[in-house]
């Protein structure tokens, strides 16, 4: 299957500060990238689709203002919570898909601790 | 209703025996569907996917597609306890977004 990486795997920050996610597809063009958040025993939640070159497009509930994605190239897609709660302490997920297919590929995910 | 329900489980085999996993879905326009595993703490991993009726085998797993009764199931010859995971279920809405069941949790008893 494909790659897709992502960076960092953990990372843990104090609230009122911003935190930047990356995710990268390193063997194919990912016109689209997607942003899941899963709390523990949950199941995943779709937070936002990241097309390249375009707004992204927010779930009911995400606040866009909140999280910031920006899908700058085909192969990049950044995910920046701002202003960090404790709240917003869980496992990010993103994923890719390849241009030509409808099958998805996550990254190993970064779970954020705000403290 | 909820648009993909699995049975949250757990569902438990023994080494060695077969291990049913279904699914059913409510958009009957859907066309895509995905298995996907997912170990604790990790990030789920697509194990197999199927657009037409029928069955689709990839070594260990079958995937079976039924559209008319809007199921999707999964089967895992041979069972090993390193298959004991979360299978989650997965479906294509009209754009390219998935649809993901709660998952099924797998128990295989050596």
């Given at each position: 299957g494909a790659v897709v990486s992502q960076h960092p795997s953990w990372v843990i920050c104090k609230s009122g500060t911003s935190v930047k996610i990356e995710c990268r597809s390193l063997d194919f063009q990912a016109t689209t990238m997607f942003w899941y958040r899963q709390f523990p025993k949950q199941s995943l939640m779709l937070m936002a689709t990241s097309n390249e070159g375009s707004k992204a497009t927010y779930e009911q509930g995400v606040e866009k203002d909140k999280f910031l994605i920006n899908h700058?190239?085909?192969?990049l897609s950044t995910l920046t919570v701002t202003?960090?709660?404790?709240?917003?302490?869980s496992f990010y997920i993103c994923s890719s898909r390849d241009s030509y297919s409808y099958e998805q590929y996550f990254g190993p995910g970064t779970r954020l601790t705000v403290t | 209703q909820k648009e993909v329900e699995q049975n949250?489980?757990?569902l438990s085999v023994p080494e060695g025996a077969i291990a049913s996993l279904n699914c059913t879905y409510?958009?009957?326009?859907?066309?895509s569907f995905f298995w996907y595993r997912q170990y604790s703490g990790k990030s789920p991993e697509l194990i197999m996917f199927i657009y037409s009726n029928g069955d689709k085998e990839d070594g260990r797993f079958t995937a079976q597609l039924n559209k008319a009764s809007q199921y999707v199931s999964l089967l895992i010859r041979?069972?090993?306890?390193?298959?004991s995971a979360t299978y989650l279920c997965a479906v294509n809405s009209s754009s390219y977004k998935l649809i993901f069941g709660s998952g099924t949790r797998l128990l295989v008893r050596p």
């Open positions: 700058a190239s085909l192969t202003s960090a709660h404790p709240e917003d302490s | 949250s489980g757990p409510s958009d009957r326009g859907s066309q041979d069972s090993q306890p390193s298959d």
